[in-house]
């Protein structure tokens, strides 16, 4: 089993910048993906960002330029930086590790963009 717990969300205004925490606990181990996903209200989440296993990384249209995912194995933490953001980021933020065949999900954290 893996657990994962994210942090880092909250109340910023447009314009503003967050960073998001998704630590990891548990059979951590071949690891396809790492991801943040985000589902706004009366809305289906999406993908946001992802890593995998060697490195590569990939962005939804949407947050290209804004976000950047990272991870910090020894650390057993994948980050997501948020600048520039907007009020259409608001949702709560999931971090997902797809570890074949299974998904895990954290709790979320919400994160509100207004002013």
């Known amino acids: 089993q893996v657990q994962l717990v994210e942090s880092g969300g909250g109340l910023v205004q447009p314009g503003g910048s967050l960073r998001l925490s998704c630590v990891a606990s548990g059979s951590i181990f071949r690891i396809n993906s790492q991801n943040w996903y985000r589902q706004g209200s009366g809305k289906q989440r999406e993908l946001v960002a992802g890593?995998?296993?060697?490195?590569?990384?990939y962005y939804a249209d949407s947050v290209k330029g804004r976000f950047t995912i990272s991870r910090d194995n020894a650390k057993n933490t994948v980050y997501l930086q948020m600048n520039s953001l907007k009020p259409e980021d608001t949702a709560v933020y999931y971090c997902?590790?797809?570890?074949?065949?299974?998904?895990?999900w954290g709790q979320g954290t919400q994160v509100t963009v207004s002013s």
């Open positions: 997902n590790y797809h570890i074949f065949p299974k998904n895990y």
């Open positions: 890593v995998i296993s060697d490195g590569s990384t």
